[in-house]
Structure formats: structure tokens, C-alpha cells
């Protein structure tokens, strides 16, 4: 599976993004999808996850309530809706296909985006 994230760009506090995830291939009902962000001289972190058919999803703390995640199966893509941004959601996001395991970790995780570069001005 190969994973193209884009969507993401320079926005004030207090505004939204949406972020989207195309994957190729046939197999893409058969994994659980992540998205993951990485700021500047920090570990890459968990956001989120959507299970395979869309019905289960899970949030880390910072996030919830703020952040919901969707799926398209029909359309191969996957997305990160981003509300009431705040300057610490600055990062890169990815998103993730994993197969196995429903995990928070980015270990779990067998493919990975190239990353989109969200920045959130106060």
C-alpha cells in the first residue's frame, strides 16, 4: 500500500484543516488506519485511528473533541478533520496502514505517508 497525505498549510488559531490520505491498491478495507504528527524536535506522536470499516475510532487526549477521523472505502482515502487548531497542533502529519494489530504505536504501523506540514499561527 502506498499512502500520499495532503491537505495541510498555514492557518490561524482557532481555525480548521482537513486533512486527506489517498492509498493505492485493492487492499485498503483490510487495514486500520492512523495518522501520526511529528513537531520539530519531538517524537512522532499518535492523533488518531480509525479502524477498517469506519465504525471504531480513538483519539489521544490533546486532540479530542477537536479532531475526528473518516473513511472512504469506496474511494480509498482516509480524514483527519482538524477544528479549533491550536499553535501546539504545529507538526507534520502522516498517515499510517497497519494490518494487524489496533495500536496507538507507531510500530504497529506497516506503511507510512510522506507527511504534510501543518502550521497553526496564534
Known amino acids: 500500500v502506498q499512502l500520499q497525505a495532503y491537505g495541510g498549510g498555514l492557518v490561524q488559531a482557532g481555525g480548521s484543516l482537513r486533512l486527506s490520505c489517498a492509498a493505492s491498491?485493492?487492499?485498503?478495507?483490510?487495514?486500520?488506519m492512523g495518522w501520526f504528527r511529528q513537531a520539530p524536535g519531538k517524537e512522532r506522536e499518535f492523533v488518531g485511528r480509525?479502524?477498517?470499516?469506519?465504525?471504531?475510532?480513538s483519539y489521544a487526549d490533546p486532540v479530542k473533541g477537536r479532531f475526528s477521523i473518516s473513511r472512504d472505502n469506496a474511494k480509498n482515502t482516509v480524514y483527519l478533520q482538524m477544528n479549533s487548531l491550536k499553535p501546539e497542533d504545529t507538526a507534520v502529519y502522516y498517515c499510517?496502514?497497519?494490518?494487524?494489530?489496533?495500536?496507538?504505536?507507531?510500530?504497529?504501523?506497516?506503511?507510512w505517508g510522506q507527511g504534510t506540514q501543518v502550521t497553526v499561527s496564534s
Open positions: 491498491g485493492r487492499t485498503f478495507s483490510s487495514y486500520n
Open positions: 480509525i479502524n477498517r470499516n469506519g465504525y471504531v475510532t
Open positions: 499510517a496502514a497497519g494490518s494487524v494489530d489496533w495500536s496507538s504505536r507507531p510500530g504497529a504501523y506497516d506503511y
